[in-house]
């Protein structure tokens, strides 16, 4: 069936660390992918996304990649920042009869000073 | 000018009493989404309406209720809660898809839902 795995948490980094968060999808026809954030007692914010391959979605100097070869969508900051601090969902989103997304199962970042 | 916004903000309450939660969109968005995540941050997806029709209803307790007046509001309303209710609980909404899939969700903070 269609699923999004990502990296086990949670993941700690010391600050101006390089961040890689893995997001591998299975799914039936061609899904936009996205990824979103959630920091501490708020709801989830879009952060990046992708709509077809080698598309580049990127903000906040956050990056990730649509491969359609392997399958994944991995998120990639090259110094990250104590408020960086917070959850990361991998998503997709394609249409079936109906509109359908899933959510990865979130992998928590923190970052120490 | 909260783009989704949700109330209450925190729910306490008892076992087998009847609550609701509201949510509103000020966007336009045709589509509004209930989902629940529980305590390791998993979302699970609950209900999707599309322009006040019941689009998704995945499998909840029928204790659930959604209600949506008009395409802006998206109520939650839940009977006889039970301890296992407790969780956080989010409405979103999006821009209806039709050709696309480029439109990403519009998350409230969310309702943090304590059952005792």
């Known amino acids: 069936g269609d699923s999004v795995t990502q990296m086990e948490g949670p993941v700690t980094l010391s600050e101006e660390a390089f961040l890689t968060i893995n997001c591998t999808y299975t799914?039936?026809?061609?899904?936009?992918l996205f990824w979103y954030v959630q920091y501490p007692g708020e709801g989830l914010q879009l952060l990046l996304k992708?709509?077809?391959?080698?598309d580049k979605g990127s903000n906040k100097g956050f990056e990730a990649t649509y491969r359609k070869e392997t399958t994944s969508f991995h998120l990639e900051k090259g110094s990250v920042q104590v408020s960086d601090s917070a959850v990361y969902f991998c998503?997709?989103?394609?249409?079936?009869?109906?509109?359908?997304?899933?959510f990865g199962p979130g992998t928590s970042l923190s970052v120490i000073p | 000018d909260t783009a989704v916004s949700q109330t209450p903000k925190y729910l306490v309450t008892q076992m087998g009493n009847d609550k609701s939660i509201k949510c509103e969109q000020n966007l336009g968005h045709d589509t509004m989404y209930w989902y629940k995540q529980d305590s390791k941050k998993f979302l699970k997806i609950m209900f999707s309406?599309?322009?006040?029709?019941?689009?998704i209803n995945e499998t909840v307790p029928n204790r659930f209720s959604p209600k949506s007046p008009d395409k802006a509001h998206l109520n939650l309303h839940i009977n006889s809660l039970e301890l296992g209710d407790s969780a956080v609980y989010f409405c979103?909404?999006?821009?209806?898809?039709?050709?696309?899939?480029?439109?990403?969700?519009?998350f409230g903070s969310g309702t943090r839902l304590t059952v005792v």
């Open positions: 799914a039936t026809g061609y899904p936009s």
């Open positions: 309406y599309n322009n006040k029709e019941l689009i």
């Open positions: 992708a709509t077809k391959a080698d």
């Open positions: 998503a997709l989103r394609w249409k079936t009869s109906y509109d359908k997304v899933i």
């Open positions: 979103a909404s999006s821009q209806d898809t039709g050709r696309t899939l480029a439109y990403g969700y519009t």
